[in-house]
């Protein structure tokens, strides 16, 4: 059956949309990490929606499994196929249709395989910006962002992917278009379905293109970067800061000193933006847009003045220009590279209320490293949007490999157990994917995953799309 469908699915997608070559597959059968690695019958490539939806209407017939992917730069497995090789990966990177920009609008229409800087690019030379960024924006493509909810450094201010989505364009696991790209600004049609869509991690549709929220350009901004003594004082600063500066304030994220020096030892050339060390840093930014005039120089002194004043700080600068401002933006985004430079390491991207992170950080590392001799726990992120990555870097010496399918994942389990108790989410902005469905399974709530697997079978009863991936099993199958 599977070479009926794959000369169907040729004589569909031509040979620009299907590819059988191993060696053109091979990049796309692992995932970003290098945990998972896949095997599929066939790469295909659709470059419209009706292509899209034809094949997806093959794939059915045939009872072919489906793997969506963007620019698979995923934390979580979640667009890595299983080893059956019996699905295909759905690649929408030949959609790449930025459809139409409307400042006066402040909207955008594109297609799901459109890259996130090349996004950003193309809306700021409108004069507009689209206020969602993150480290893998070369790579990372909507379609994606939009499948897991993306987040970022913007979150602060302008809320994850979900609230940058107006309009939404997906294929179902029939084939069916669900086409709900006009936006309309009041809508009581019953459910908003395309909400539904936004974070399902292509196992409830296919995302092919979406109407984008935008905002105003930005005249100006400065980057801060604050010592404080602890990552409670990082929570009183931010506070502070969100009383002086208002809508000015867009990100905020802290960094421990120790993990600060990891990146300062990694990175050739840099160097801390303070003179002395401190047990935690911030990195500030505040910005203005076109249209409103604010003194972002005084606004910035006045509100470190202020925080001097009542204790709040132990030292700060203020980026002298944007170059600056982007080496302090470096120094954060290094974390992760120099963290890989000194072994293995297991990495949870958590949440808990805003109010409660500090505590929850001041806690969970202690219990951790002494539970884990030789482990070192670190914490770093949005602290303003009460979600942090919690890492823990196992001891000198050890087989990575062995470390993280033994301890690793031990470890992992002991601090998801510690995000519940304290009310919080295992998955904060990367998702759930394959990485830690099982973990959902057995720390979801059991009513959100009994309508989890309704939604799931009601809009894909075959189970085609993305098995495997985010919808828990249910209990005593082999299916959500």
Known sequence: M??????????????????RDPELMEPWLTDWRG????AALALASPASTADVSALVKLCAAHAIAIVPQGGNSGMCGGATPD??????????????????????????????GVILQTFHEAVEATGMRFPLTLGGKGSATIGGLISTNAGGTQVLR?????AQVLGLEAVLADGSIFSALTPLKKDNRGFDLKQLLIGSEGTLGIVT????????????????WAGVPSITGARALLLHCQAIAGDALEGFEVVAQSTLEDVIDHLPGSRSPLAGKHGWHALIEIVAEKGKPTDLQQLAETMLTSAFEKGLLEDAVISANEAQAEAFWLLRDSIAPAERAKGPAVQHDISVAVEKMPDFVEAAVPVIEAAWPGTEAIAFGHLGDGNVHFHVIAPPGVDPRTWQEGDGKKISAQVYDLVTQWGGSISAEHGIGQLKRDELERLGDPVSLAMMRAVKHALDPAGILNPGKLVPLAPGSDTP
């Open 35 to 38: 945990r998972f690695t896949g």
């Open 2 to 19: 599977s070479e009926t469908f794959l000369t169907e699915a040729e004589a569909l997608l031509g040979p620009r949309g299907l590819t």
């Open 83 to 112: 080893e059956s090789g019996k699905a295909i990966i759905l690649s929408l990177r030949r959609m790449h249709a930025i459809r139409s920009i409307d400042p006066d609008a402040r909207q955008a229409l594109c297609e799901a």
């Open 158 to 162: 302008h809320g994850s992917m979900r």
């Open 209 to 224: 293109a979406a109407t984008l929220q935008l905002s105003p350009g930005l005249a100006d901004r400065l980057v801060l």
